[in-house]
């Protein structure tokens, strides 16, 4: 039976050879502190903890219009968050769009140029520069 070898710095798996690369480049642009901060205040951004926890009544004063896109496979920002947030402002009477994209890409599926979610965008802004016309 062969001997098993673990070693951090081998790549053994495709997805290794992925997660070293984002790391390098994440890391020649990113500083790591800095990445824990912003970390620390998403896992405790809670926009209606001062509302006693109703997101309604902590989205009632918004009057600009909101677009909310969410990835399938995004556990940081899952869609089921994004849907409370749309929820909270159609209560509102808000005027909203969203997409849910289907991408397995997780997380990072928002950094990468994806057709889909960069025509959500432009199709956006183009009702804004339509809307000035």
């Known amino acids: 039976m062969p001997a098993y070898r673990y070693s951090?710095?081998?790549?053994?798996?495709?997805?290794?050879?992925?997660?070293?690369?984002?790391?390098?480049?994440?890391?020649?642009?990113?500083?790591?502190?800095t990445y824990l901060l912003i970390?620390?205040?998403?896992?405790?951004?809670?926009?209606?903890?001062?509302?006693?926890?109703d997101l309604t009544q902590a989205l009632a004063r918004a009057t600009c219009k909101f677009l909310l896109v969410s990835f399938s496979t995004d556990w940081r920002f899952s869609p089921a968050r994004s849907r409370e947030i749309v929820k909270a402002l159609l209560e509102n009477r808000?005027?909203?769009?969203?997409?849910?994209?289907?991408?397995?890409?997780?997380?990072?599926?928002?950094?990468?140029?994806?057709?889909?979610?960069?025509?959500?965008?432009r199709s956006y802004f183009e009702s804004f520069a339509g809307e000035a016309r």
Request: hydrophobic share 35%; glycine share 8%.
């Open 8 to 33: 951090t710095q081998d790549i053994e798996f495709q997805i290794e050879s992925y997660l070293r690369y984002q790391g390098d480049k994440f890391s020649e642009y990113f500083d790591a502190n």
């Open 39 to 53: 970390t620390r205040a998403l896992d405790y951004f809670d926009p209606a903890r001062a509302f006693g926890g």
């Open 94 to 121: 808000r005027d909203v769009s969203y997409a849910e994209i289907d991408a397995p890409h997780g997380h990072d599926a928002f950094l990468l140029e994806d057709e889909r979610y960069v025509g959500v965008v």
